[in-house]
Nanobody, 123 residues
């Protein structure tokens, strides 16, 4: 089992950057795929990015490809989401999740979730 805590959210102007962190408890972090998901106001939660256990493989939603970068540091039990060129459509509550899903982009296959961190992008 793993517990996740997100941080790094906040208010930023369009075109700006933020880096989200997902800190995990326990010594098994490296055995989990990590995903980032977001829930915009009034909408369902959606996939953003995922990274394999070793960090070798990464996956991105088309809407963030080229702007967001997911990474992880297994020695620090932490995953990151670097977000550049933010726009108001990126405003959402961002969650990290961990598990070993057969399909890393599928939300329903993740069992471990953080509480979320709010990202607000002003125009």
């Amino acid at each position: 089992q793993v517990q996740l805590v997100e941080s790094g959210g906040g208010l930023v102007q369009a075109g700006g950057s933020l880096r989200l962190s997902c800190a995990a408890s326990g010594r098994t972090f490296s055995t989990y795929t990590v995903g980032w998901f977001r829930q915009p106001p009034g909408n369902e939660r959606e996939f953003v990015a995922a990274i394999s256990r070793s960090g070798l493989y990464t996956y991105y939603a088309d809407s963030v490809k080229g702007r967001f970068t997911i990474s992880r540091d297994n020695a620090k039990n932490t995953a990151y989401l670097q977000m550049n060129s933010l726009n108001p459509e990126d405003t959402a509550l961002y969650y990290c999740a961990a598990d070993n899903p057969r399909v890393p982009t599928r939300e329903s296959l993740y069992n471990y979730w953080g509480q979320g961190t709010q990202v607000t992008v002003s125009s």
